[in-house]
Structure formats: C-alpha cells, structure tokens
C-alpha cells in the first residue's frame, strides 16, 4: 500500500501522508510559523504526545460542536489569530476531525485573502472521506452548511492512533462514509466492503484498506469535478436526508450514520418511486441498518425533518434536489422531485417500517 497520495487541486497537488509515527515525531507539524487550532478534546486525551504542540505560544483549542461551527463563534478565533499577529505566509494547523477542518478551511479561505493550512484528522470520518476534497462548510443559525469555500490544505497527516480513543458510535459514523463512496463504485465494491464489515470494525490492517480505497475512488471525482458542478455530485448521495435527520435531531444523531440513514431512506424512496428493484433495496440494507441501528429508534419529527430537506443548498427554486440509486446496477444519479404531500408520506414510511424493523 502507497504511504501517500498526491491529490490534484485548482491550486496544485496536495499530498496525504499515511504517518503512524506523527504523535512521536510532530517536526512537519511545527516547521515554519504555525498557528494550531486543535479540538479541546483531543488536547486533553493527547497532552503527553501532543507536548511540544501544545506548549506553543500559537495554540487555539475549539470544542467541536455544531454550534461552534458557525460563523458567529468563528469572528473570535478569527480575532485571537489577528492578536496573534498572524501573517500570509504562515501557516494554520487543524488538528481534529471535520468540524475543526471546516473552520480552518473557511478561515484560512478569507483572513488576509488566504493563508496556507495543513490537516491532521483524527477522526475516521475525516481520514477516510472529508479531509480530501477542498471543501469548508459553516453553518448559519439552524442551517447547515450554508457558507462555504473550496480550499484544499497543502498536507493531510493520517495517523490512525487518533483512531484508538473514539467511541463506538464515531468510528461507525466513519464507516458510513466509507460504505456511501463504496455504492457509489459500484455494486462489486459495495458487496465487498458489506462482506468484511464486522472485520473492518475490529481490525486496524482491514480499516487502513478501506480508508485508503475510499480515499482513492473519491479523488477519481474530485480531480475531474473539484467544485461539485457535474458528476462529483453524487457524493451526496445520503446527505440531503442525512442532514435532515441531524438537524431535525439537534445534531444528536452523528454525521456519517445519518448519512448511512439517509443512504436507506434514499433505497426506499428509489424503490417506493420504480426506478430501484425492492431485491437491490435488500441487498443493501442489511449493512446500512447495522452501520445505523444504535440510532434507528432515535425520534425523527416530520416537520423539523421537511423543513431542513427544503432548505438543502442543492436544491432549485420549486424542486428537491436528490441523489437516489437507480436500476439493477444501483447508478446512483442526480434527480429532482417535488416536495409534495406524497414525497413526506414516503419519508415517514421508511422511518415508521424502520421502526418496526428495529424494534421486532
């Protein structure tokens, strides 16, 4: 298995390094003039490794909630970086998972027009999907990801001890992202991660496979469609319910299970609609609901739910924007459908028989 892979960008290539000795040997992350924005919990449960970071006279810990990833609590890390006399050729360090990537992405995007910024994820969601890519999104009151940049970092640092003090219900957010860009290759890959699926959760040389596979489908589509205008927009495939359930759910539902969630909300409506056979529906569920499941029976208010899915960027002036899989191959395609009175009752359908199905 390559140790890097170099990504093409509008800016030029970025490099992901599969660095496991980091925490020992954190010299790349202190060269030049850094400014560290590090989530707090990770300070805390890395103080001994992290030292010599965390001792530097540059140093922002943020708290990774929703909340904070909003462009309100954003101005004051913004003014703390300006005290600290930060400059255009120096350089933001994100150390954290994506909530921390997209306010250093966005910051990095706007203060003095742009300033270069490196990534250390320590979350399996932004190891495996968000860290490449280039995009930042912020959210603006009770609407998700509304304000945005496409920015890549110049470094990404994957180092998979980060990996080994994540709850269970993180590392499952991770693997939704790793199952939704696996449908979207196609059904061999699909079947093939479903198959290791157990494996893949206890066994740390199966979760770097599939890291890096995933890693390496998804720059396939950024390299040709960077800013999400033509076919990378399949990557959305789950998030336009996804976000729906989190927001309906105060965010208790986590990102990448949500998408999971919406993954089979979106089968459902694709079979409920005759463009997916009900069997490619099965063939599917069986791995998404165990990916979801600990948060099957979490409350989904139908109001709140339609009222998020209305207000999804993708979406046109009258219509829904959509990723729904489509056909015995599963061709997960871009359509657009009303969001009518019949729409709502085939949401609330998937999420009553979902219900029952975890509760038999």
């Avoid at 912020?138 to 990801?145: A, D, E, Q, R, V």
């Avoid at 040709?224 to 989190?246: K, L």
Wanted: with cysteine; proline share 4%.
């Amino acid at each position: 298995m390559s140790e890097q892979i170099v990504i093409k960008s509008h800016k030029g290539p970025y490099t992901v390094f599969f660095n496991n000795d980091l925490l020992v040997e954190p010299e790349q992350l202190l060269a030049g003039t850094p400014h560290f924005l590090i989530d707090s919990r990770v300070a805390h449960l890395y103080r001994q490794q992290l030292g010599a970071i965390l001792d530097h006279p540059h140093v922002i810990a943020i708290t990774a909630t929703e909340e904070n990833k909003s462009i309100g609590r954003i101005i004051p890390i913004i003014e703390q970086l300006v005290a600290n006399k930060i400059r255009r050729d120096h350089v933001l360090v994100a150390i954290g998972g994506g909530i921390l990537q997209d306010i250093t992405c966005f910051i990095a995007s706007t203060l003095l027009r742009g300033i270069p910024w490196k990534f250390v994820p320590t979350t399996l969601l932004a190891q495996a999907d968000s860290c490449i890519g280039s995009k930042s999104s912020i959210n603006l009151g009770p609407t998700k990801n509304i304000l945005g940049t496409f920015n890549p970092p110049n470094e990404i640092f994957i180092c998979q001890s980060f990996l080994d003090t994540l709850e269970a219900k993180e590392v499952l957010s991770g693997v939704g992202e790793i199952i939704k860009v696996h449908a979207i290759e196609g059904k061999e890959a699909f079947d093939s991660l479903a198959r290791d699926y157990d494996r893949l959760l206890h066994d740390r040389a199966t979760l770097l496979h599939y890291i890096h596979a995933a890693l390496r489908i998804k720059q396939r589509f950024i390299e040709v469609d960077e800013f999400d205008r033509g076919v990378r927009n399949i990557f959305n495939y789950g998030h336009s319910f996804g976000h729906a359930i989190e927001s309906a759910t105060d965010f208790s539902v986590p990102h990448g299970i949500a998408v999971a969630m919406g993954m089979d909300m979106a089968n459902r409506i694709s079979v409920l609609r005759g463009w997916l056979p009900e069997r490619q529906f099965e063939r599917m569920h069986g791995v998404l609901l165990k990916n979801h499941a600990l948060f099957s029976k979490t409350p989904i208010p139908m109001d709140l739910f339609m009222g998020a899915l209305m207000k999804d960027k993708k979406n046109t002036a009258t219509k829904l924007v959509l990723i729904l899989p489509h056909g015995e191959e599963t061709r997960i395609e871009r359509v657009q459908v009303d969001g009518d009175e019949l729409f709502r009752r085939q949401c609330e359908r998937f999420l009553q028989d979902l219900s029952r199905s975890v509760m038999a």
